[in-house]
């Protein structure tokens, strides 16, 4: 694609020269700089990106976006907003891949990823090929990449979904965070369902606010647009039990349908048990009843199932292919994950980093042990303070003992992160600090027994521990068997 043509896209623009450059690839990290490649420069929290452009027309550039002029041997584009620039050029670019893709984002404070990871399997089951992008991983059929954020950049984000339109994929399901919506990187993508799952607090370091963080999700159900494609329709599914739910009713002119447990709604389960084994209700939807037995454990899972259900119902998929799906569901990496290493007691790795989380994970717990709770618990460094003291206060109030430790301390001294966390506590309940994470794990391992259950919280999935500004390699899951199988020997 030549540069004029992609260019004339933008409304603003100055350039610097008429030099029409055929444009082989459009990057914005000046190391992925391939002979043809239009850079961008991105101003980041860390770094400013109009310190490489020289850099990236050393490695082959031969245009540069840019919010500035600078004197360079290639055309210089300049701009008032190079993210702006970027979401709308990589759209143009990839040729505006979403239009031709049904897309599914879910967005919410917790339970994201097992949505998004129950609609795929809905949606494979009915024989589409599918594409996910979350929190664990990218997918594109069953072939899986690496992600850095829970939603990648918009640069990213239409070059994936190009890539999965070459490879005939119908359907993509994604993980929308509000960091995402708030800095644009879904700018220019095409959504045909919006899923709210729930709001609780978390993130409040950046958005600062509750109300910040409830507008940055609404952005998500705007995008829906005003107008209605009858070839194309745009839904809005959310929960009917949440009270944010009226705020995105309102930002979207899409038509709405409601899923919950205790309030009126389109799609409600009803006479919820949950036992050790799984979790029963009666599916109530256009004046039907049927009773449904699932896998997963605890209501929050039913409320992302609910969920599930709503965002594959209003995407024409039949209740005769959906429900035998969400039945057969046994969970998500680091989601509610039972570690089994032949002990006689229980022990669960979840990805519960909120209040919210953590107590809808604990009372579940508390509904299926039959003796003690150790809840294994820490907050990360240089990020919201103010959910310390309140995740500290539920992990005592809920646990028999709790165990503070590290969660990626990041640059934070972790006696500051400890002490956050300890002005929550009022109760006489029994904690302690123990700053290791891999000894706090073994500490409450070697504590439980018979009937008991370890929940060890706030990383579930994740494969790395950060401490300063080093990545150290630390997998929950494995340092739980590790303990698990040196009690069993000892």
Known sequence: MKLQHLIKHLHRYEVSSDYN????????????????????????????????????????????????????????????????????????FYEQPTHKLHLIGVTGT???????????????????????????????????????????DALTLQESFHQMVENKVNTVVMEVSSHALHMGRVFGCDFDVAVFTNLSQDHLDYHKTMEEYQFAKSLLFSSLGNTYNLSKPKYAVLNADDASSDFFRRATAAQVITYGIKESADIMAKN???????????????????????????????????????????????????????????????????????????????????????????????QLSQNQIYCIVGCGGDRDRTKRPLMAAVAVNYANKAIFTSDNPRSEDP???????????????????????????????????????????????????????????????????EAIHAKISS
């Open 272 to 366: 919820v048990v949950t036992t050790a084994k799984g979790t029963s209700f009666e599916l109530m939807y256009d004046d039907k009843c049927i009773p449904i037995q699932l896998k997963l454990v605890g209501e929050f899972s039913v409320y992302n199932v609910l969920a599930a259900i709503a965002a594959s119902y209003v995407s024409d998929i039949p209740m005769e292919t959906i429900l035998p799906v969400v039945e057969q569901i046994t969970g998500v990496p680091g989601r509610f994950e039972a570690i089994e290493g032949g002990q006689d007691f229980t022990v669960i790795v979840d990805y519960a980093h909120t209040p919210d989380s953590l107590e809808n994970v604990l009372k579940t717990t508390k």
């Open 110 to 152: 917790n339970g994201k990823t097992t949505t998004t990871h129950i609609i795929e399997s809905i949606f494979q089951s009915h024989q589409q090929k599918t594409g996910m992008i979350g929190t664990i991983y990218m997918k594109m059929g069953n072939e899986t990449f690496p992600v850095k954020n829970t939603t990648p």
């Open 415 to 481: 006696l500051q992160i400890f002490n956050d966390m300890r002005s929550g506590v009022v109760s006489d309940r029994p904690y302690e600090i123990v700053e290791d994470r891999k000894m706090a794990i073994y500490k409450a391992i070697e504590m439980a027994k018979t009937g008991d259950v370890v929940l060890i919280a706030g990383k579930g999935h994740e494969t790395y521990q950060v401490i300063g500004e080093k990545v150290h390699e630390f997998d929950d899951r494995k340092i739980a068997l």
């Open 21 to 92: 450059p055929e444009i082989s690839s459009i990057v914005m990290d000046s190391r992925k700089v391939i002979e043809g490649s239009l850079f961008f420069c991105i101003k980041g929290y860390t770094v400013d990106g109009h310190q490489f452009a020289k850099d990236a027309v050393a490695n082959g550039a031969v245009a540069i976006i840019s919010e500035k002029h600078m004197a360079l041997s290639v055309p210089v584009i300049v701009v008032p907003d190079t993210m702006r620039a970027m979401a709308i050029l990589a759209d143009v």
